[in-house]
C-alpha cells in the first residue's frame, strides 16, 4: 500500500514533443504529490507537486494531471528541451507526514 | 545559505570500516531526512528529524547505522562494519515543519564499499 508505480522506466522524445510520465499510487491517505528532477550527480530537485483537491497544475512546461478516483497522476512536459533530459521520479506522502515514498524513475532523453 | 550541503561528496571503504557522512541543511529547516538511492531506483526513506529529535527510522535502518542531529542544526549518519551492501547514494534532505513544501535534498554521499 505504501508503493508508487511508475512508468515508462526510460522515454525518448524528439526536441519539441510531449514527454508523459506516469504514477499510480494505492495509499488513499496520500494527499501530496510532488515530482522531483534529478540530474546525474545531484541529489532531486522539487519540480512541481500537487495536492488532491485539484485535477491539473501547470507551472511553465510543466503540468501534473491529477486522477483522485483512478489514483493516478501525470508529468507532461511539453515542448521537450535537450537540457530537460534527466531522471525524473514521482512521489507521495501524508499532510503532516514526514516520509515520502518515490517510484523507481524515468529517465527521460531528449533528442536534438 | 546555498541549500543542502553535503560531505563528502564521494567515500570509498573497504568492508568492514566505518563511515560517518555529514550534512548541513537549510538554517530554517526544522526537518532533516536521510535517503538512500541505489543505482536505478528512486530515493528509499531511512530516517527522520525534527530539530535534534529523531522521530522515525525505517527498517532498513539496520543496527550498524546510526544518526543524530544535535543542537538542531548539522546531522550525521554513521554506518558501522560497513558491508558491500550499503554501497549507495546517501542523500539528505530538509523542509519547513509546518506543511509538505517538498524536499530539499542535497547531492549526496557516494559510498562504495570494496
Known amino acids: 500500500q505504501q508503493q508508487v508505480k511508475q512508468s515508462p522506466q526510460s522515454l525518448i522524445v524528439q526536441k519539441g514533443g510531449i514527454s508523459i510520465i506516469n504514477c499510480a499510487y494505492e495509499n488513499t491517505a496520500f494527499d501530496y504529490f510532488p515530482w522531483y528532477q534529478q540530474f546525474p550527480g545531484k541529489g532531486p530537485a522539487l519540480l512541481i507537486a500537487?495536492?488532491?483537491?485539484?485535477s491539473e497544475k501547470k507551472e511553465g512546461r510543466f503540468t501534473i494531471s491529477f486522477n483522485k478516483s483512478a489514483k493516478q497522476f501525470s508529468l507532461h512536459i511539453m515542448d521537450s528541451q535537450p537540457g530537460d533530459s534527466a531522471t525524473y521520479f514521482c512521489?507521495?506522502?501524508?499532510?503532516?507526514?514526514?516520509?515520502?515514498?518515490f517510484g523507481a524513475g524515468t529517465r527521460l532523453f531528449v533528442k536534438a | 545559505d546555498t541549500g543542502v550541503s553535503q560531505n563528502p561528496r564521494h567515500k570509498i571503504t573497504k568492508r568492514g570500516q566505518n563511515v560517518t557522512f555529514r550534512c548541513d541543511p537549510i538554517?530554517?529547516?526544522?526537518?532533516l531526512y536521510w535517503y538512500r538511492q541505489t543505482l536505478g531506483q528512486g530515493p528509499e526513506f531511512l530516517t527522520y528529524f525534527q530539530n535534534e529529535a529523531q522521530l522515525e527510522k525505517s527498517r532498513l535502518l539496520s543496527d550498524r547505522f546510526s544518526a543524530e542531529r544535535p543542537k538542531g542544526s548539522f546531522s550525521t549518519l554513521e554506518i558501522q562494519r560497513t558491508e558491500q551492501g550499503d554501497s549507495a547514494m546517501y542523500l539528505c534532505?530538509?523542509?519547513?515543519?509546518?506543511?509538505?513544501?517538498?524536499?530539499?535534498f542535497g547531492s549526496g554521499t557516494r559510498l562504495t564499499v570494496v
Open positions: 538554517s530554517e529547516h526544522n526537518r
Open positions: 512521489a507521495a506522502s501524508r499532510n503532516g507526514g514526514f516520509k515520502t515514498i
Open positions: 534532505a530538509s523542509s519547513l515543519l509546518n506543511e509538505n513544501y517538498g524536499y530539499t
Open positions: 500537487i495536492r488532491p483537491d485539484v
